[in-house]
Every structure is written in structure tokens, then in C-alpha cells.
């Protein structure tokens, strides 16, 4: 049945809401198969009864979001329209109400997805949390915005970043150097990280006074660590002893944030990920958390997402041409050739 619905768009933010030559509201278009006419201030939709309401829901979530200071972006389109499809509409405006932290430059940090949302619950709630997804989801971001928070706010007083330190995929040879320079390549990520959200001058402040510590895994080993919250980045590329190692080192009053992409791994193609070995052994203990975070999280460019999704849709083909009946199926089709 043909619907009809009416959606008054305040004057200063029909723009944001539109999108440039009204892009975002194209987009709304073709997405649920609806019309949608702008005109003084206000949007006509028309369509389908259930469309013509998804796309009213979309763009009430979209006004709020301006109205509360949001540059609206593709990407934030793309995502309300997802959530519209699963009736999830109003998801994304209770996420914008949360700020964890704000960066050097006073721009706000806050979980953009649900994906997002659930893992920063568990960090608050878990001694130890598990954040597994591709890249650009916010994982190590997300989570060093937590620690640089409850830092500031005296709950802990220390914060440890640490990853292995392997290359990706390349052998880089000799380093110039002290031990700190040669070190340096694989830690930058954290720093960058760091940098943006707490400065380079707190920064540096911070790290001469010990309370802020970038090291590589290697460097844990004989330590416990009490009253700090410990981040280990790019954990795939741990050994099943580095990973046994790191998580025992916890003391009392700390935290840990375990981040982590298993499609990423840089080991030697005989060597188990400790990533792996964790998620089996610690799944059923309740102080542990896990957040699989997907492409649906992915938070950078728009591209970056179809690129993971393009490889997570690759892997799951290769993977169902390996299994016993992919490999039965292809030997039928050879058979009748």
C-alpha cells in the first residue's frame, strides 16, 4: 500500500542531513526503494508503507545526530540504513550520547557502532577484554581512550601499551640504533594513538616519570603489574607462551585490553597464533570478555569496509572449496568434463 510521510528538517541542518546535492538523501533512495522530495525545510517520502517508515526513522536519527553537533558522513548514512534494515534505528543516537574521552584537539571519542558500543561495555565491566576484528574497527583506539580516561581519573596509575614486535611480512634486516630506536617501527601505532588523544608534550611528561609505559611484549616478562591498565596490540602475532606469559602478569587493581585481527597474522605459517590458544582456553571464564568486532564496525574510509568485507567473502570461499564437500563438489564438475 502507497504511504505518505512528512519530516520537517530544521533550516540549519539541512544541509549536514541532505548531504551535498543531496547525496545522503539519494543514498535513502535507493536503499528502500522509496522518493523522497525536499522542499522548504522539510522531506516528502513516498512509497511502501514499511519503506516509507524505515526511511522516516533514518532520517529522525540522522536530525538528532546534527542536532547534537555531528558532522553527518556516508559512512554514518550507511550504518543508520543498516540498522534500519535490522529495526535497530535508534541505536545509533543513543551510541552518539557517550564520550569516552576527547582528543588533543577536543574532538569527542565515542563508540560509532553497536559492535563499538558492546566492546567499551565489556572493557568497563571485564578485568580483561578480548576486541577481535579487522583492521579499522577501533580496537586499539577505542581502548586506549579507556585507559588514558580511567588514568586521568586516578582509577589506575599506570598505562602499558605493548605488542610483539615481528614484522609484517617483510624482514627488515638491521636497524640503526639504540635498543629504543630499533624498537620504535613496531610500537609507532601506539604512539600515533597516543599522541592524538593525550599530546606529545602530556605525553612525553607522563613517560619520563614512568606512568606511561610503550614497550614491546618481550619486556614483560618478570614484571607483575599492579594498579595499570594494560593494553597488548596485534596480540595474533603472540606465541602461545608470549600470550600464557603477558596474561599472568596481571596484578591487583588492573585492567587488560588484548587487541587483535586473526586474518592479520605474521608468524611463521608453522607457528599456532597465542590468539587463537586464548580464545579456546578462557572462553568460559566470567571475569574475560570477548568483542568480535566485523567490517560492519569498520570506522575509517567507507572503502576500507567493502575491502574487509571483499576479503572476508574470498576467505569463506576458499575456506568452502577446502572443506570435504567443496572438494567433492569440485571432483563431480571434473568428472562431467
Known sequence: MAEELLIDIPMEHEKNVCGSFDSYLKKIEKALSVDIIERDGAVKILGDRNDVNRAGAVLKSLVQLSERGNDITEQQVDYVLSLSDEQHEQDIVELDKEIIARTIMGKPIKPKTVGQK?????????????????????????????????FKAGEVQRIILTRPAIEAGEKLGFLPGDLQQKIDPYLRPLYDALYSIMGADAFMANSEKGLIEVAPLAYMRGRTLDNAYIILDEAQNTTPAQMKMFLTRIGFNSKVIVTGDLTQKDLDRDQQSGLDVALRVLSRIDDIGFAELTAADVVRHPLVQKIVKAYDDYESRQAARKSPAGKRERQKNDDRH
Open 118 to 150: 558492546h566492546y567499551v561495555d565489556l572493557i568497563r565491566t571485564k578485568m580483561i577484554t578480548f576486541g577481535i576484528g579487522p583492521a579499522g574497527t577501533g580496537k586499539t583506539y577505542l581502548g586506549m581512550a579507556m585507559a588514558i580516561r580511567a
